[in-house]
DNA sequence: CGCAACGTTCCACGATGCGGAATGCTGACT
DNA sequence: AGTCAGCATTCCGCATCGTGGAACGTTGCG
């Protein structure tokens, strides 16, 4: 299952079953990986070898598996890459605006928080590192959708499903989808108590990514909406700054287009 | 390269691709990524296909590679689980001796630390949760060789490599075997200012996984050698009460014995 | 404008991973 | 203790899936 289905089977059926242990408690025995997957356990078992080799898993006694030491290590080097390019941007953020910001990235139908920097009021918004959430209901999230074809988006969204976070919350896909080309054509997403209520959130992408996106979230009465349009430019900039600063390392395109693919 | 070859070449060969990105500082193109494996580029390039596809690696414009944001979220999640469960256990030793403790994982020829409790002095240890050390010059990492045949033991250090971190490391792969049996007799190993001048540290094995091992470390003033003898039972006892929770989950072994294998 | 380097696509070959069936464990029930 | 059931594990012949050399496109440099 997972977003699957790329080309290399062994390794879509690996990470089908790491992402199978990721949500199992701990301790998965290997007849629980075999039929979550609905692989045969034989091939389970290979896989499962095979990665335990690597470290992607863990074998603990009694036969069971857990999310490998690699991973720790692997994680905590992606996001540290990625949280250290990106921090001094974010801060800036904060300097000039106040409220926490975040980095996110499309992780599959979720969007995953990458880096963070906590705002300077005592109220703030408090979001781990690596936590994963849905698309539909954060400012992060829609602004990543309003990248994707319109197909694409409905895809993500329907695969994900769209829980009411509060009462906000829009459920319905088509009603999201119809907000996807303003968002787009203005070039950045509000969320307005969608997933927290009395949370307001406004989100840019980053134009380098294609799917990354920063965003600063407080409390409605510090980010009232009519400084909305004051504030996404100070965020566009920033996006910009940082996207620079992404593909800066090699040469990188020059092409205008937003849409890379 | 890597740890590798355990049986599924197409997952081995990717497990290879995305430690090369791990140290490569960022935005890394195809073609060294073809070099450093020793790779064709066309193999390379269906590879990260399906990595990017599943989330593993993430493709900046400009044609050059990442490591993904599922790596990202996996990290978090594969260290949370650890770390909500060992971190009652770490502060119950703080409690109980005031310095810092860690739990640290055997990932193939280094140690990760998994989970960390700061001590109570002002003066303390820092170790970031998912840093890579070396075995041979570390507390954890020379009681986890203990628990090796000696023949994977003298492996993975002759992998790793042994360099002098201090005037005090052991460097000579054979006069550090030679110190194993005795750790592993006495069921904890000392690190004597070895990783790192003026601190000692303190190891037990977590008899449960075989390839976990947690510490106490702190300033040599404050853990004088003729202490050890005191303290390492009291490392013990968390050691086993940590690999009772751990193999707790599912029904698991109930034999007494400190060695499962 | 032409060239060179690099990324990408194609395709026929065969090694590689597949999975059904047989075997070996382990722990539970009587 | 003995038996049994449910697992995990090993085996092996088959076909699939991945492989990588070669051809093609593209990008950016001289």
Redesign the interface.
């Known amino acids: 299952m997972?977003?699957?289905?790329?080309?290399?089977q062994?390794?879509?059926r690996?990470?089908g079953l790491?992402e199978i242990l990721?949500e199992a408690?701990?301790?998965t025995?290997l007849s629980v990986l075999a039929a979550a997957s609905g692989l045969p356990p034989s091939t389970v078992h290979?896989?499962l070898?095979?990665?335990?080799?690597?470290?992607?898993v863990?074998r603990?006694?009694?036969r069971?598996y857990?999310?490998?030491?690699?991973?720790?290590?692997?994680?905590?080097?992606?996001?540290?890459?990625?949280g250290a390019?990106a921090r001094p941007h974010l801060a800036r953020l904060v300097d000039e605006i106040g409220e926490t910001a975040n980095l996110a990235?499309?992780?599959?139908d979720r969007v995953?928080y990458?880096a963070q920097v906590p705002g300077r009021h005592a109220m703030r918004m408090f979001t781990?590192?690596?936590?994963?959430v849905r698309l539909h209901s954060t400012g992060v999230g829609k602004v990543l959708l309003a990248q994707l074809p319109p197909e694409d988006a409905r895809a993500l969204l329907l695969h994900a499903g769209m829980p009411a976070r509060t009462p906000r919350t829009v459920t319905d896909v088509d009603r999201l989808l119809a907000e996807l080309p303003t968002i787009r054509a203005q070039g950045y997403a509000v969320d307005d108590g969608e997933q927290e209520t009395g949370v307001r959130c406004l989100a840019v992408p980053v134009p380098?990514?294609?799917?990354a996106a920063l965003s600063v979230s407080g409390p409605e009465g510090r980010l009232p909406v009519d400084a909305v349009p004051r504030l996404a430019p100070v965020l566009q900039a920033v996006a910009a700054a940082l996207a620079a600063e992404?593909?800066g390392?090699?040469?990188?395109?020059s092409s205008p287009g937003p849409r890379?693919e």
């Open positions: 997972a977003v699957s289905d790329t080309g290399v062994s390794l879509d690996a990470t790491l990721a408690p701990a301790g025995p290979r896989l070898g095979a990665m335990v080799g690597q470290g992607w863990r603990l006694p009694g069971t857990a999310l490998g030491p690699r991973l720790i290590h692997l994680g905590e080097r992606a996001s540290r890459t990625l390019l990235l499309l992780d599959g995953v990458a781990e590192v690596g936590r994963r380098a990514g294609g799917d992404l593909t390392g090699s040469p990188a395109i890379p």
